[in-house]
């Protein structure tokens, strides 16, 4: 059953109050397991890398590994579940763009939704579209450089009330400033690791090239860069967007491939997780 509205406009009201709510999984172990029990319980979400910092950035590539030719858009995993689901609903607005409200990115790009439990979401939010729309709405996200994030969201079942947890895909068009995992250095880490990049892909710094500007630590969104002795220095928190890569003056970061198959494998572990058919 799809939420009411004036639960929505409630949601939206205490946006910002996300980052105390979610130190507070740091702070109390009940309030980490009812955080996680309640928004996070059986979540698999991915962020891809930007397709235009795959495009215009040279990769490093493990070399006994072989690269396909063709793998230039991490996109392309959105794309196929798009073909392979029976149900399509874009949301009006970003729900996050809209509270904050945000400045960069227009807020009519909202998340995509797959699979039969889209039908239970409120039709004022948002609308079933063919496959054709969907993939206008994500090659507009894309060109406008949002970063995709697509997994099984549980907080995105609980607010709209579209369930099966298990039938519902979510693929979101988030933007650095906005985007609700800001909160992911005040989440406890066993809910924060539920969120992550694509198996296969990591960020690398060459520290020859960096000139140790900065740009790249105030541009991620998750506080996974640092500067040590003038020096990008990029953690394990790092969840694999390319932003810095894409804001990075001198090309010293790139995009690590170290599994050819990263994108048939990040569509295996969401079809394990995920029936959008």
Known sequence: MSRPLWLVSLIKKSFGQRFAIARLSKKYTFMRRFIDWMLFEGDEIYYLPKDRVVVNHQLVVNQAIPLPQDVVAPSDVVRHFIDESSHRLIMNKCICRES???KNFPAD???IFMGE??????????????KEEARDHLARASELGLVQMLGRNKIDTQWLGATPGDHLLTVCNCCACCCLYRVLPDLHQSISRKITRMPGVSLRV????CIGCGKCVRGCFVQAITLENGKAQISE???GCASCAELCPVKAISLNIEDSAFMETTIRRLTAKIDVK
């Not at 979401?121 to 609308?127: K, Q, V």
């Not at 060459?206 to 090239?209: F, L, R, T, V, Y």
């Open 206 to 209: 060459d520290p020859e090239k």
């Open 117 to 130: 439990a889209s039908l239970k979401i409120h039709p004022e939010l948002g609308r079933q579209v063919s």
């Open 100 to 102: 904050t409200p945000c």
């Open 109 to 111: 790009l909202g998340c």
């Open 237 to 239: 928190a790092c969840v």
